[in-house]
């Protein structure tokens, strides 16, 4: 089997909720349990081992929440842990995502001396009333130190996370921000929308947002200010120099497999029979804690809804796509798919090749109509 096996680690707490998110993240009101949370992630691991069965870990994401709020010392004793039981690969790519706030040079020092390569920093925006606004705790000031001191630390490969269509935020803000964010040179931009998630604050209450036709202005100009500074788009909202791309969500959008562990993670493990089953682990923290098994259940993807997810995730790639990753990934075979590529094709949303697929730069700015084509009926 060569389908590629990344792990995700899941870190719950925050300083304090963003509005904007819904994700499984729970605001810190007492002591964080860092060590009980620690053994329990490795005694999660240990229970997925069997997933593995021969194959080595390509890359390791730890997101939340916010995982920088964990001590260095404890980061490097899970990822030991993880070192011990399992084949990593030689260039493995461990990333951990920071908010700017919780930065200071011996917390960095520490997560490079664990292993962590690359950082994701949670920049959001440079304009003090615009990150107010998304309940983030740091100020503009606070990412261009953060930068400053991980690359003192050692790290190279360093993501700032933007966002656009902001509440008040005009062309020339997000411009703004992208600037400031290209003087930092990351070499990697994550540059998304805002959107109104149901079950969260600005669900509820929405914020005053730019008109439609702004928020796509900001777009096309970001995107053409992006690509002169030589950042190149290699998905929906994901931006890099030198091709140095997040091979772990590159993995995702492959339709790779992986496994998930913490409060609420994800995996996805394709069986040796080629069935695919998704895990979820158990959603809250204090749940998640008790150590009445992990698990909050497992399901398997019919064959129908693989097709689906395969498209879901790949054609947010700006590359094409390969026929051969379709029937290995999905199980699909490419004479089954045809007829649905060809509705797209007939809608000038997607070209086809006998070797690949990919949609159209008009099936580009409507991914989401193009991917309901595959929905199961």
């Known amino acids: 089997m060569t389908i590629p096996l990344a792990l995700y680690i899941h870190f719950p707490w925050c300083v304090q909720k963003c509005p904007y998110c819904d994700f499984n993240s729970h605001a810190l009101r007492d002591k964080m349990p860092e060590d009980q949370y620690i053994q329990a992630l490795i005694a999660d691991w240990q229970h997925d081992l069997k997933w593995l069965r021969g194959r080595s870990i390509s890359s390791i994401f730890c997101g939340g929440g916010t995982p920088s709020l964990f001590s ?38 520490a997560l490079y001396a664990a292993g962590v390569n690359r950082l994701s920093i949670g920049a959001q925006s440079f304009q003090t009333d615009k990150l107010k ?15 400053q001191l991980a690359k003192e630390a050692g790290f190279a490969r360093i993501n700032l996370d933007l966002m656009y269509g902001l509440p008040q935020q005009s062309v020339e803000d997000a411009l703004y921000d992208l600037q400031q964010a290209c003087a930092l040179a990351p070499s990697h931009l994550s540059w998304y929308q805002l959107t109104l998630e149901p079950n969260t604050p600005f669900y509820r209450t929405p914020p005053s947002l730019p008109p439609e036709e702004e928020v796509m202005a900001m777009s096309e100009e970001g995107e053409a200010y992006l690509k002169a500074q030589g950042y190149q788009r290699y998905e929906i909202s994901a931006f890099c120099r030198n091709a140095d791309y997040c091979r772990h969500n590159v993995n995702y959008w492959q339709y790779g497999d992986y496994i ?12 040796e029979n080629g069935t695919i089953l998704r895990t979820v682990k158990k959603k809250h923290p204090k749940h998640y804690l008790e150590g009445q098994g992990f698990i909050q259940e497992d399901v398997i993807v019919s064959q129908k809804d693989s097709l689906f ?11 094409k796509i390969s026929w051969a990753l379709l029937e290995e990934r999905s199980g699909w075979q490419k004479e089954a798919v045809l007829a649905y590529c060809d509705k797209l094709v007939s809608q000038e949303l997607m070209e086809y090749n006998e070797e690949s697929f990919s949609l159209t730069a008009k099936g580009k700015l409507f991914t989401n109509e193009a991917v309901s084509v595959f929905l199961p009926e």
């Open 72 to 109: 260095g010392e404890h980061i490097h004793q899970l990822l030991t842990a993880i070192a011990d039981s399992a084949s990593l690969t030689k260039d493995i790519e461990i990333t951990l995502e920071a908010n700017p706030g919780t930065l200071n040079p011996d917390s960095l020092n």
């Open 260 to 271: 998930g562990i913490g409060a609420g993670a994800h995996g996805k493990i394709t069986l």
């Open 309 to 319: 997810e395969f498209m879901l995730n790949a054609l947010r790639l700006q590359d």
């Open 133 to 147: 606004a998304l309940g983030r705790i740091h100020g503009p000031e606070a990412i261009g130190q953060a930068m």
